[in-house]
T-cell receptor, first 117, second 112 residues
């Protein structure tokens, strides 16, 4: 029973390059959340997606950042033209999204650590 | 979601109970209390949640005061592996799902 999977675990990019972070939710989970944790800070919500839909992107920067959760395949968080301030740990979480006692618990992946040189 | 207040840090001796307090005086009637923890460099881990009754699972117990304005997470026999940042979060639970709002948490240090 695999948990939430994220890859790569570590990603190094130079300023101006693109970063693509992948998240495979737990089996049977249809809701995905992305959070960012800057060094020595708490986690901040970025975006919440269901299959093929962005439900809430209120925490996502308006420029350079985008997210998708296609019908098939993992959720992708894409950062274009990265800057040093994008260096952070990016965590993905998933939840079942259906009724029941566990329907709104979020299960987190191990994170992707992005370093921008 | 209601705001929570937690002490920034606590120490606990290995094998003893760790009692982590959380104040949420503005909690609404439809908001649950959730606890997560983050062990260094790992993703947050769900611990327990409750509405108004005390809850217990294999990891911890959650004690919620009768007025629901505060709660305590209890790790009955803390081990070194329980050293982590513990986050108390209050949130509405609904079918649409919603994000977790993490505050500063309590950094628990379990010492030998």
């Amino acid at each position: 029973n695999a948990g939430v999977m994220q890859n790569p675990r570590h990603l190094v990019r130079r300023r101006g390059q693109e970063a693509r972070l992948r998240c495979s939710p737990m089996k049977g989970h249809s809701h995905v959340y992305w959070y960012r944790q800057l060094p020595e800070e708490g986690l901040k919500f970025m975006v919440y997606l269901q299959k093929e839909n962005i439900i809430d992107e209120s925490g996502m920067p308006k420029e350079r950042f985008s997210a998708e959760f296609p019908k098939e395949g993992p959720s992708i968080l894409r950062i274009q033209q990265v800057v040093r301030g994008d260096s952070a740990a990016y965590f993905c979480a998933s939840s079942p999204g259906t009724s029941g006692s566990a329907y709104n618990e979020q299960f987190f992946g191990p994170g992707t650590r992005l370093t921008v040189l | 979601d209601a705001k929570t207040t937690q002490p920034p840090s606590m120490d606990c001796a290995e094998g003893r109970a760790a009692n982590l307090p959380c104040n949420h005086s503005t909690i609404s009637g439809n908001e649950y209390v959730y606890w997560y923890r983050q062990i260094h460099s790992q993703g947050p881990q769900y611990i327990i949640h409750g509405l108004k009754n005390n809850e217990t699972n294999e990891m911890a117990s959650l004690i919620i005061t009768e007025d629901r304005k505060s709660s305590t997470l209890i790790l009955p026999h803390a081990t070194l592996r329980d050293t982590a940042v513990y986050y108390c979060i209050v949130r509405v639970v609904n079918n649409a799902g919603n994000m977790l709002t993490f505050g500063g948490g309590t950094r628990l240090m379990v010492k030998p």
